[in-house]
């Protein structure tokens, strides 16, 4: 009698596990006792015997409600987002515009693997108002990718923040440790901390070619991570095919 009173004991318990999970964790008869603590524009509802947040929940725990949230799976309470296209910056892929005045794709056209030569060449501008203070802190990111369809040349290169100089003008000077891949940001005056012109060079790449208009550039800080940071991004067309490679110049 007591042997199998003690085996129901775990059965029981299973039985009850099972019951727990199938119920409503939130089971209510009033809105009152409904209110999750997440301040949403909606107000939690009791349907049914089960609590509906108003805004959807907060699914990734920043306060700000789903149906609200301009990033709803990613983190960022301060909900910004510089273009106002309603996608935060920590989740849109385009932030701001940059303005490409010229670029320059060379492939490589060396049979020595020691001795590449394919170039990529970029000279643009843009503003930085109603952002943080631009700056190399958190290093630099930038792509480049070409055709109007799905890219045939797409590279990335990046610079840390120790890859990078800042001289008492406020000039960014950017330099992987082998040299290959070099940035400069340059203030332009009159709009201090405001808009800044950059030129790149990278070289000794060995990209095949042939490339196609147009050439997308994004240049991402603030983190240099693709998404995530403020990705500007600029469309050059105006291309014309040389020798070895692609130039294309503001119309
Ligand atoms: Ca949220
Ligand atoms: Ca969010
Ligand atoms: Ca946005
Ligand atoms: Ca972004």
């Known amino acids: 009698m007591t042997r199998s009173f003690r085996g129901l004991i775990p059965t029981l318990a299973a039985v009850a596990a099972v019951l727990a999970v199938a119920s409503p964790v939130s089971a209510c008869v009033s809105d009152a006792e409904c209110d999750d603590g ?15 947040p108003g805004g959807g929940g907060d699914a990734d725990g920043d306060g700000i409600c789903d149906a609200e949230d301009d990033c709803p799976a990613v983190a960022n309470p301060e909900q910004a987002d510089l ?8 989740c ?9 005045v010229v670029v320059k794709v060379m492939r490589n056209v060396s049979n020595t ?13 843009f503003l930085t108002i109603d952002e943080e203070p631009f700056g190399a802190a958190s290093g630099f990111l930038v792509r480049i990718q070409d055709g109007p369809g799905a890219s045939l040349l797409d ?23 082998d040299k290959r891949v070099q940035a400069v940001f340059n203030p332009i005056k009159g709009f201090p901390g405001a808009a800044y012109r950059f030129i790149m060079k990278m070289s000794r790449l060995g990209l095949p070619g042939p490339f196609a208009e147009p050439v ?30 692609i130039v294309c110049r503001e119309g």
């Open 38 to 52: 997440v301040a949403c524009t909606l107000i939690d509802t009791c349907q049914a015997g089960v609590c509906i």
């Open 83 to 90: 273009d106002g296209d309603a996608a935060g910056d920590v």
């Open 92 to 100: 849109d892929a385009d932030d701001r515009e940059l303005n490409l």
């Open 113 to 125: 693997p020691s001795k590449q030569n394919g170039r990529i060449f970029l000279k643009g501008d």
């Open 155 to 177: 590279a990335t290169f990046s610079w840390t923040s120790a890859d990078c100089r800042t001289n008492s003008s406020g000039v960014i000077k950017c330099k992987s440790p």
């Open 216 to 245: 997308r550039v994004t240049i991402v800080n603030q983190p240099a991570t693709l998404v995530q940071g403020i990705d500007r991004v600029g469309v050059i067309l105006d291309c014309r095919q040389v020798n070895s490679g």
